[in-house]
């Protein structure tokens, strides 16, 4: 035989990783997907810099609101932010009849609550359209769409001039 010479590698065992019995027989745990699927309404809501998106699931009758996965009285302590947020859905009489989740990011808590309260009315306005004039009473399908002002170059504020001095 003409050619190369190769050499043999020497061969080298690996021992076979042995589990115990007790390890062999625990199993990851399955998650069963719920028998009814629950389906959805979404809308988003804007204030300032807040946004929400709000989600009502239509077979879920707990009558829970949720924020950020709170409880909305829990997310905002103060009466006057709960009240905000509970103004849609009494004017529509569908507080306690539906489970609400609200994520919402952005903004101050005031901000953040009418974010949710226009939010909330887009999403009533879907459920049903005659909702619209009640909703609209409450400006609650307007958008506010005032933001803060920018700064300007020279200036102390958006439009705050420095103080001028004679002497």
């Known amino acids: 035989m ?3 010479i190769t050499e043999k590698k ?5 021992a076979k990783k ?3 019995p007790a390890a062999s027989k625990i199993k990851p745990p399955v998650f069963k997907k719920p028998a009814v699927k629950l389906t959805y309404m979404y809308a988003v809501g804007k204030r ?8 009502l699931y239509k077979k879920d009758n707990r009558g829970l609101i949720q924020v950020n ?3 909305y009285k829990e997310y905002f302590p103060s009466f006057e932010f709960q009240k905000i947020i509970e103004q849609p859905l009494k004017q529509t009489n569908l507080l306690g009849k539906h489970l609400i989740t609200i994520k919402v990011l ?3 808590t005031r901000g953040q609550a009418e974010a949710i309260k226009h939010g909330l009315g887009r999403l ?3 459920y049903d359209e005659d909702f619209r004039k009640s909703l609209r009473a409450i400006g609650a399908l307007t958008r506010d769409s005032r933001k803060k002002e920018r700064k300007k170059p020279g200036l102390k504020r958006a439009r705050r001039a420095p103080q001028f001095s004679k002497r």
């Open 106 to 108: 952005g903004g101050g």
């Open 48 to 55: 300032k810099s807040a946004v929400a998106r709000v989600r």
């Open 69 to 71: 996965n709170k409880d």
């Open 10 to 14: 020497p061969r080298i065992r690996t």
């Open 2 to 4: 003409t050619g190369k």
């Open 18 to 20: 042995v589990q115990s």
């Open 124 to 126: 009533l306005l879907k």
